[in-house]
């Protein structure tokens, strides 16, 4: 059974950081491409960063140079680094995963940038 689990959302304040993370299970972690995405009440859902299997990265223009997307194939967990937060963040973040035809989710992590 496919499993992706994020964790590490919550409240911080504007200018504040977050790291999130997402472990698999179920899967070859290895040749999937990971991605983050955020949806946020009353917009359209964003994808917000991209990590390769060979370890290219791509941002959204919203958070470049603010997030960093990252992965460990040996602990089959991604992650997301937040600097610098905004309230315009605020948003359920979920990764994916995905290969060829497969792409999985995993459930959702909230994040509020409030103060």
């Known amino acids: 059974q496919v499993q992706l689990v994020e964790s590490g959302g919550g409240l911080v304040q504007p200018g504040g950081s977050l790291r999130l993370s997402c472990v698999a299970s179920?899967?070859?972690?290895?040749?999937?491409?990971l991605d983050w995405y955020r949806h946020a009440q009353g917009k359209q859902r964003e994808l917000v960063a991209t990590?390769?299997?060979?370890?290219?990265?791509n941002y959204a223009d919203s958070v470049k140079g603010r997030f960093t997307i990252s992965r460990d194939n040996t602990r089959q967990r991604v992650y997301l680094q937040m600097n610098t937060l905004k309230p315009d963040d605020t948003a359920v973040y979920y990764c994916?995963?995905?290969?060829?035809?497969?792409?999985?989710w995993g459930q959702g992590t909230p994040v509020t940038v409030s103060s």
């Open positions: 994916s995963a995905r290969y060829r035809w497969e792409n999985y």
């Open positions: 179920g899967i070859i972690f290895g040749v999937h491409t």
């Open positions: 990590i390769t299997p060979g370890g290219i990265t």
